[in-house]
C-alpha cells in the first residue's frame, strides 16, 4: 500500500534551536518528494523538491535530505524563528508523476 | 513566479444552497488540477483530480454529484459543493501542475491556491 508516514507529530521547541523532522515512505515508482510549509488557514508554501537522484537540497534555513534506498526524508530546520510555527507537509508523487500522496504533517510551535 | 490563485477566499452560505469556488493558474497552463479539503488541525484530503477537458477523477468516499468539478480551461477549475450542509463546512484547497514550468528538471510542477473557508449556516 502506498503511503506517506510523517513524525513526530507535532513538536515544540524554543526559538533559536533547531529541529529535524521525519518522512518515511513507500510508494512505487517513485517520482520526487516535495515538503510544504503551511500556516494556518493558507495554502500549501513549495519548501523543497527532490527527485531520485538527489540526496540534498537546501532553501536558506530549510535543508532537506533523500535517501532513496531506505525510502526516507528528513527536513532540517536551522536556528528556528517564530515564523517557523506551521505545519510541515511531506508530498509524493509516484507513477511518473500523475499520483500524489500527502503525509499527515508535523504541526511546529516555536516558543519565545 | 506561478501563482495559483482561488475565489472566494472566504464564503458563507445556508443550508441547502450549492457554492461554487474557482481555482485559477494565473500565469501557466495547468493540465491538472487537485481539489483538497482540510479540517482544523488535520492534513490535506485529496478529494479530486481535476484534467482539462475530461471528468474528474474521485478518491474514494467523495460524493461526485456532491462536490462537482468543472475543468472546462487550462487556467480554470471549479468546484461546487451542491446542496450544502453544515459538515461540508472546511477548508477547500486547490492545486494546480503544470508541465515542466521554470524547466525544472522535477517533473510536474506543483502550486498551491491560498485555500476558500466554506462555511454553512
Known amino acids: 500500500k502506498n503511503q506517506v508516514e510523517q513524525s513526530p507529530q507535532s513538536l515544540i521547541i524554543l526559538e533559536g534551536k533547531n529541529c529535524t523532522l521525519q518522512c518515511n515512505y513507500t510508494v512505487s515508482p517513485f517520482s520526487n518528494l516535495r515538503w510544504y510549509k503551511q500556516d494556518t488557514g493558507r495554502g500549501p508554501v513549495s519548501l523543497t523538491i527532490?527527485?531520485?537522484?538527489?540526496n540534498t537540497k537546501s532553501n536558506g534555513r530549510y535543508t532537506a535530505t533523500l535517501d532513496a534506498d531506505t525510502k526516507q526524508s528528513s527536513l532540517h530546520i536551522t536556528a528556528s524563528q517564530l515564523s517557523d510555527s506551521a505545519s510541515y507537509i511531506c508530498v509524493v508523487q509516484y507513477s511518473s508523476a500523475s499520483k500524489i500522496i500527502f503525509g499527515s504533517g508535523t504541526r511546529l510551535s516555536i516558543r519565545p | 513566479g506561478a501563482v495559483v490563485s482561488q475565489h472566494p477566499s472566504r464564503v458563507i452560505c445556508k443550508s441547502g444552497t450549492s457554492v461554487k469556488i474557482e481555482c485559477r493558474s494565473l500565469d501557466f497552463q495547468a493540465t491538472t488540477m487537485f481539489w483538497y479539503r482540510q479540517f482544523p488541525k488535520q492534513s490535506l484530503m485529496l478529494m479530486a483530480t481535476s484534467n482539462e477537458g475530461s471528468k474528474a477523477t474521485y478518491e474514494q468516499g467523495v460524493e461526485k454529484d456532491k462536490f462537482l468539478i468543472n475543468h472546462a480551461s487550462l487556467t480554470l477549475s471549479t468546484l461546487t459543493v451542491t446542496s450544502a450542509h453544515p459538515e461540508d463546512s472546511s477548508f477547500y484547497i486547490c492545486?494546480?501542475?503544470?508541465?515542466?514550468?521554470?524547466?525544472?528538471?522535477?517533473?510536474?510542477?506543483?502550486?498551491f491556491g491560498e485555500g476558500s473557508w466554506l462555511t454553512v449556516v
Open positions: 527532490m527527485t531520485f537522484s538527489e
Open positions: 492545486s494546480a501542475s503544470s508541465s515542466g514550468y521554470g524547466g525544472e528538471r522535477t517533473g510536474n510542477t506543483i502550486y
